[in-house]
């Protein structure tokens, strides 16, 4: 199992001096993956956690030219409020200059005033997130692209550089609905949903899996873990109930042998929103004390 630390780009701990620490703090802890967290304009009343949030992108590849091995990812990219081709840009760029280093997770989105405020139409979504998945992957790998779909058209064009990686940045879907499963089955190379219980992750990706049909899906998990520490249930910013991980040592273990099982192979864990210095500690103490008993 791959173990990634959720890196904290917003709320309190959305500054420069906790993300560069716990960035630094998590690849020499050995963790596995960096991922930042999208949002770009709240509405007022929808403060927490994302009324203050450093753009996703742009953090990530700060946190780029400060590490050398841990892989960097954005759990996830609201796609649809976005122009494809800047963005397959941007990507393929910073996928460059961090050696290859770079996954990226999307999704549909949820925040319907967040779409307006970006000139982005929300009812559509779905279906232009499917299209503009395409495109990226067309783009960060074909020598000659030439795309024509209902929402993006190019030919004779030339697209520069292309991702080092030879099938592009691996692309993951988050959410658990299931239009994000089938997108994870059959356009993307990985499931990441956020805050599910065992038994909805377990029957999850078991349908992902027959939507695949044979095709190799990563299975993943994003949660909020603490360890010596019972954690009750959240709710997302979006409002959905979502379950976390803590307990003592053999507990949390006995949580994740429950997902492993069901095929968890990558947990992207957030530690909370205290201060960096416990933030740290709590990724220090999963590091020693659980994560040799799951790899």
């Not at 956020?194 to 949660?223: C, D, H, M, Y």
């Not at 803590?246 to 042998?257: W, Y």
Request: no cysteine; hydrophobic share 40%.
């Amino acid at each position: 199992m791959q173990f990634g630390i959720a890196l904290p780009n917003f709320d309190r701990l959305g500054t420069r001096d906790a993300v560069v620490e716990i960035a630094r703090q998590a690849e020499a802890l050995g963790y596995d993956s960096l991922w930042t967290t999208d949002h770009v304009m709240m509405a007022k009343g929808q403060e927490e956690p994302y009324g203050h949030i450093l753009e996703a992108l742009t953090t990530l590849t700060y946190v780029a030219a400060l590490t050398e091995r841990v892989r960097l990812g954005v759990s996830v990219i609201v796609l649809p409020m976005r122009e494809p081709i800047l963005f397959a840009k941007q990507v393929a760029t910073l996928d460059l200059l961090s050696g290859g280093r770079v996954m990226m997770g999307f999704g549909a989105g949820w925040n319907e005033r967040e779409f307006r405020y970006l000139g982005a139409e929300f009812g559509n979504r779905g279906k232009r997130l499917d299209e503009y998945l395409r495109v990226l992957r067309h783009l960060w790998t074909s020598p000659e692209p030439h795309y024509e779909g209902e929402f993006v058209q190019f030919s004779d064009a030339l697209f520069s550089p292309r991702s080092p990686q030879p099938n592009g940045p691996p692309i993951v879907i988050g959410g658990p609905s299931a239009a994000a499963m089938r997108r994870a089955a059959t356009l993307a190379d990985g499931w990441q949903p956020s805050g599910l219980a065992p038994e909805k992750f377990t029957a999850g990706a078991q349908r992902v899996r027959e939507l695949a049909n044979g095709r190799k899906v990563e299975i993943q998990l994003r949660l909020h873990t603490r360890v010596g520490q019972h954690l009750p249930d959240i709710h997302s910013a979006a409002g959905a109930v979502q379950t976390t991980l803590s307990g003592s040592v053999d507990e949390v273990v006995a949580r994740l042998e429950q997902y492993r099982a069901a095929g968890l192979t990558h947990l992207i864990s957030n530690f909370g929103d205290e201060t960096p210095e416990a933030y740290i500690e709590h990724m220090r103490r999963f590091a020693r004390e659980v994560r040799p008993r799951l790899t």
